[in-house]
């Protein structure tokens, strides 16, 4: 006897059936019903006190439930932050460095360039390639509208 059985839980897996896995919607909400379910039941009959890790790691999801709804729906969510995580820890590595920058100025300029350049590593593309490219292109700019374009996720480079 499991112990689903013991709290008087009943459940059953969940399978993804092979259309909707083709069609790309591998995030199945029935998934976190059943979870938040059981979750719900472990928070009322199991003898947990408040300060152990296992109350508070069902509390903490009870409390996010929407988001990770919000999750399944939306195909462009991520379920961690760990990119952006990874990106900060650059920063935190180098903050001794950039106490240098001049003046503020300098500080937001510099602030400016890493956030640009970040945002190119985040789409993939060789940083000193983009940021050298879109120098030169900057000083023949007309419009904000081809701004806009040199931004790293629109960014195509020279033929």
């Known amino acids: ?12 897996p969940v399978a993804i059936p092979t259309k909707l896995r083709e069609a790309g ?13 059981i979750s719900r039941v472990f928070q009322r009959s199991a003898p947990f006190l408040p300060k152990e890790p296992i109350n508070s790691a069902i509390q903490y999801a009870l409390n996010h439930e929407s988001a990770l709804r919000r999750y399944c729906e939306d195909d462009r969510l991520e379920i961690d932050n760990n990119a952006a995580e990874r990106i900060l ?3 935190a590595i ?28 985040r789409s993939d593309l060789n940083e000193f390639e983009y940021l050298c ?8 700019l007309g419009s904000q509208a081809e701004l806009h374009d040199l931004l790293p996720d629109k960014w195509k480079p020279k033929m």
């Open 94 to 121: 180098g903050r001794k460095n950039w106490l240098f920058y001049g003046s503020e100025r300098g500080g937001r300029t510099g602030a400016v360039l890493h956030s640009i350049l970040a945002s190119a590593k």
């Open 133 to 140: 490219d879109v120098l030169d292109r900057l000083a023949d």
């Open 25 to 37: 919607y591998y995030r199945l909400p029935p998934i976190f019903t059943v979870f938040h379910r």
């Open 1 to 12: 006897m499991d112990i689903w059985e013991q709290k008087g839980v009943t459940y059953r």
């Open 89 to 91: 820890r650059l920063i």
